[in-house]
């Protein structure tokens, strides 16, 4: 299914302070490209996952977050999972569930944007 750069976006952040502030970076950088927050997940066209990896059982609070996304007409929204989780995890995080899309970690956060408009639900650029 070919699918146009999301409009809409969500970034929902777990854990440390400084995931909330990183959370309102990302939403910033989104923002700047015309795209629009929206206040749920269900009504985005793209979820950000922000974790803390510091948190107990966080990996696994992201992957049940990851299942809750698959809306009940069966589409989904452009999954990236990013901040700790996703610099710990990395490729494990695509190994593991074929429900995300992009996985970012802190160091690349100024880039979300363009990976985001490279990337179409699992046919994502990776070079």
Known sequence: MTRTTPKTYHVKSFG???????????GELLGAEGMTAVA????ADL????????RERATE???SDIGRLRRE?????MVTVAGCVAQ????????????????????????LPALVARCRWRTCDRS
Do not use: F
């Not at 990395?90 to 100024?110: C, F, I, N, S």
């Open 40 to 43: 749920s997940e269900h009504d």
């Open 73 to 77: 007409d069966g589409t989904r929204p």
């Open 88 to 111: 710990a995890e990395g490729e494990e995080v695509l190994r593991r569930t074929k429900d995300v899309d992009l996985v970012v970690g802190p160091q690349a956060y100024h880039d």
């Open 61 to 63: 609070k992201v992957y």
């Open 16 to 26: 440390c302070q400084m995931n909330v502030y990183d959370g309102e970076r990302m």
């Open 47 to 54: 979820v950000v996952l922000n974790t803390c990896h510091i």
